[in-house]
């Protein structure tokens, strides 16, 4: 059974740093690129970022480029988001999601964890 | 950046009525055109993929159509439990863009 589950949510100050984890299992993990997503609360959904199954490409949204970097660890199955220099309108639950096929396609989730950006 | 409008932004209806949302993109993507469901406090599920396929284990009274920038997501006979709230999404290009969501409330 495929699962993703996220961790590393919580409340951290403006210009302050988070990283989040997506722990991975039942499927091969180096084949599939995975993607983070974020919902505001009360909001729509925004892609954040992208990382191919190697590792050696990435995509971002502008309004994180600079300041998140997502990465990934193949031998601990393990997805990362590092965020830096936060700011309140980053506050959101955070998705790891896996495609189906392709990048974009995103057939499984995780249940999310909270971002809270606050003083 | 693909910008993805969706109409209409809330929707009220009757168990048994049909429905249709629709999205349209800012310019083309073929058929690189996805739906989901997201129901309060819970991920999104995907229901449908590349305009018109039904995802395995999703039932045939969803189904989608479309291609280029207009799109539309159907659903025949409304039961309880679709009452959710539903978004688009382009996977034709990065920034991956999704639709500001439909919310589907029961009249």
């Known amino acids: 059974e495929v699962q993703l589950l996220e961790s590393g949510g919580g409340l951290v100050q403006p210009g302050g740093s988070l990283r989040l984890s997506c722990a991975a299992s039942g499927f091969t993990f180096s084949s599939y690129a995975i993607n983070w997503v974020r919902q505001a609360p009360g909001k729509g959904l925004e892609w954040v970022s992208v990382?191919?199954?190697?590792?050696?490409?990435?995509h971002y949204a502008d309004s994180v480029k600079g300041r998140f970097t997502i990465s990934r660890d193949n031998v601990k199955n393990t997805l990362y988001l590092q965020m830096n220099s936060l700011r309140v309108e980053d506050t959101a639950v955070y998705y790891c999601a896996r495609p189906a096929s392709g990048w974009a396609t995103w057939d499984y989730w995780g249940q999310g964890t909270l971002v809270t950006v606050s003083s | 950046d693909i910008q993805m409008t969706q109409s209409p932004s809330s929707l009220s209806a009757s168990i048994g009525d049909r429905v249709t949302i629709t999205c349209r993109a800012s310019?083309?993507?073929?058929?690189?055109l996805n739906w989901y469901q997201q129901k309060s406090g819970k991920a999104p599920k995907l229901l449908i993929y590349?305009?018109?396929s039904l995802q395995s284990g999703v039932p045939s009274r969803f189904s989608g159509s479309g291609s280029g920038t207009d799109f539309t997501l159907s659903i025949s006979s409304l039961q309880p439990e679709d009452f959710a709230t539903y978004y688009c999404?382009?996977?034709?290009?990065?920034?991956?863009?999704f639709g500001q969501g439909t919310k589907l409330e029961i009249k």
């Open positions: 310019q083309t993507i073929s058929s690189f």
């Open positions: 590349a305009a018109s």
């Open positions: 999404q382009q996977s034709y290009t990065t920034p991956y863009t």
């Open positions: 990382i191919s199954g190697s590792g050696g490409s990435t």
